[in-house]
């Protein structure tokens, strides 16, 4: 079973970042908040694992969590 992998895994993680952000340029919430969950369907359907899935689910839910508080 795969498990998640949190290492660095990017060439450029701020020339992703910043290509995230612009993708949602000029686009009101709603329009924002659909083409981000087309993205993160996209790369669950690439992913393939549920169980990877999952974890990553519980990691970003526990993140939102507790930056909340």
Same mark, same amino acid.
């Given at each position: 079973? %795969? !498990?998640?992998?949190?290492?660095?895994?990017?060439?450029? %993680?701020? &020339?992703?970042? &910043?290509? +995230?952000? $612009?993708? !949602?340029?000029?686009?009101?919430? %709603? !329009?924002?908040? $659909?083409?981000?969950? $087309?993205? !993160? +369907?996209?790369?669950?359907?690439?992913?393939?694992?549920?169980?990877? +899935?999952?974890? &990553?689910?519980?990691?970003?839910?526990?993140?939102?969590?507790?930056? %909340? &508080?």
């Amino acid at each position: 079973m %795969a !498990t998640l992998n949190t290492d660095p895994n990017l060439a450029d %993680a701020d &020339a992703f970042y &910043a290509a +995230l952000v $612009k993708m !949602t340029d000029g686009m009101d919430d %709603a !329009t924002a908040q $659909k083409t981000m969950a $087309k993205l !993160t +369907l996209l790369l669950a359907n690439h992913i393939g694992d549920a169980a990877v +899935l999952n974890e &990553a689910m519980a990691m970003a839910h526990g993140d939102a969590q507790s930056k %909340a &508080a």
